[in-house]
């Protein structure tokens, strides 16, 4: 078996008929004059087309009866580099991709991977550059105008055709490798050391900042640019885990709850570096991670990832082992609680806490009902009372042994003569006694 492959689709694309490519928000009508910026190469013949027509038909009728037109302008298609990971969506499947139903990931596993089949859409116009780094990208296949291509020769022949030039004008092709990931545990991306060039992509409309969130202490999981509010859960696993049987697992169990609809999971293995104390180098720890996010604001940040996380951890303390993993570990930021960032906790940690938490509270519940009935009081004070009935009989010597009297529990009067008794009692052992505030002297009249 072999894990499925993820699909990437290009999102913009230059389309006359696409209403976000203008300014107005709209596709220009038969009265409207559009205008497009100089010089640019990104607009298809689609669009070309659809802009003759509105301007022939405007200038042709002007007697026409409609109101004056607008300048529209064509939105400058700038926004077109690869590596940016915003304008991308990935899916499991094509029909997936048609329907909306996308995939959530971190920033570096959202631009194409090496196992991933890339999609631009067919009867698109679209511009996509490929900036020079310093590793490969690397894919399985990529269609382009509905024509699939599954090797470097051919795709290599396309891009030296005029269309091909338009659509990919920077000075490198992405590299057709045609493999899947062999492995039913998951394969990793391989974008890892392209992350700065896709944080500089997608931060660079923001002037190199990531938004604000709302917790005090947000999270940073392996692959993403900026922090979060919610929850990272890693996980060790063996080799009867299959990342995709358990993507599924979450998403049908969890995912599929009208508690649990507006939460976005990634799951996917990393890369992580752990020191090896015993050779002071550093050393590649391969994990499952999952990260959680949810769309509430201010205090409450978090605070559904949070719930869906203990979900999850419970899930695993049972049924971890029947799929193959061996060890979890969460750590938590939401807008009002945060975990130990350097002591993630454990399914039986978090197992423990709750447990622990119910017969806390189940002692302290016991413990107050005791007290309204008294009962733990009045076995001190029969205790105690007796101890003083028994002295009573005794003169009224200082005791000579090498113990000592019970400061608290004495008469009122002993306690006088002790006070004054200056220094001659205290070698004597008398010491220094005091009237108890809580049990009134006169009980025993």
Not at 76 to 84: K, T, V
Not at 185 to 203: F, H, P, V
Not at 390 to 416: C, L, T, W
Request: glycine share 8%.
């Amino acid at each position: 078996a072999v894990s499925e492959a993820i699909y990437k689709r290009w999102i913009p694309n230059t389309n006359f008929e696409n209403a976000s490519n203008w300014n107005e928000r709209r596709v220009p009508c038969s009265q409207d004059t559009a205008m497009f910026p100089r010089d640019k190469t990104g607009v298809g013949k689609h669009c070309f087309k659809a802009t003759l027509q509105a301007k022939l038909i405007h200038y042709v009728t002007p007697s026409a009866g409609f109101e004056g037109g607008t300048h529209i302008n064509f939105h400058d298609a700038e926004r077109h580099e690869w590596f940016d990971p915003t304008l991308w969506s990935s899916a499991q499947s094509t029909d997936d991709l048609e329907i909306g139903r996308f995939l959530f990931s971190v920033d570096a596993e959202h631009v194409p991977c090496l196992y991933d089949d890339v999609i631009f859409s067919p009867e698109t116009s679209f511009r996509v550059d490929l900036k020079e780094t310093g590793s490969e990208v690397q894919l399985r296949s990529i269609s382009v105008l509905g024509k699939k291509f599954t090797n470097n020769a051919d795709f290599s022949q396309y891009l030296k055709s005029p269309t091909g030039k338009l659509q990919f004008p920077g000075p490198v092709q992405p590299q057709i490798m045609n493999l899947r990931c062999q492995d039913d545990t998951g394969c990793l991306c391989g974008n890892d050391e392209m992350l700065q060039e896709i944080c500089s992509a997608r931060l660079q409309y923001s002037g190199n900042k990531c938004p604000e969130v709302t917790c005090a202490s947000p999270l940073q999981p392996i692959g993403h640019c900026c922090g979060i509010c919610g929850v990272i859960i890693s996980l060790e696993y063996f080799s009867a885990f299959n990342l995709e049987t358990y993507r599924n697992r979450l998403i049908h169990t969890f995912l599929s709850l009208n508690k649990y609809s507006s939460i976005k999971l990634a799951i996917s293995k990393v890369q992580s570096s752990l020191p090896i104390l015993s050779s002071m180098r550093f050393g590649k720890n391969l994990k499952i991670q999952i990260v959680l996010i949810d769309g509430k604001e201010g205090s409450l940040a978090g605070s559904d990832a949070l719930q869906l996380g203990y979900d999850i951890m419970a899930d695993i303390e049972t049924q971890g082992e029947s799929f193959g993993i061996t060890k979890a570990e969460m750590e938590f930021a939401t807008g009002s609680i945060t975990s130990p960032q350097t002591a993630p906790m454990s399914a039986a940690a978090i197992s423990g806490i709750v447990i622990g938490t119910f017969l806390g509270l189940s002692l302290l519940a016991a413990s107050y009902f005791l007290y309204k009935l008294d009962a733990c009081r009045l076995q001190y004070f029969r205790f105690f009372h007796f101890w003083n009935n028994g002295s009573r009989m005794e003169d009224d010597e200082p005791v000579g042994h090498g113990g000592f009297d019970n400061v608290i529990y004495e008469p009122a009067a002993e306690n006088k003569q002790a006070v004054t008794g200056g220094e001659e009692d205290l070698k004597a052992g008398t010491g220094f006694q005091f009237d108890n505030p809580v049990f009134d002297s006169n009980f025993d009249a």
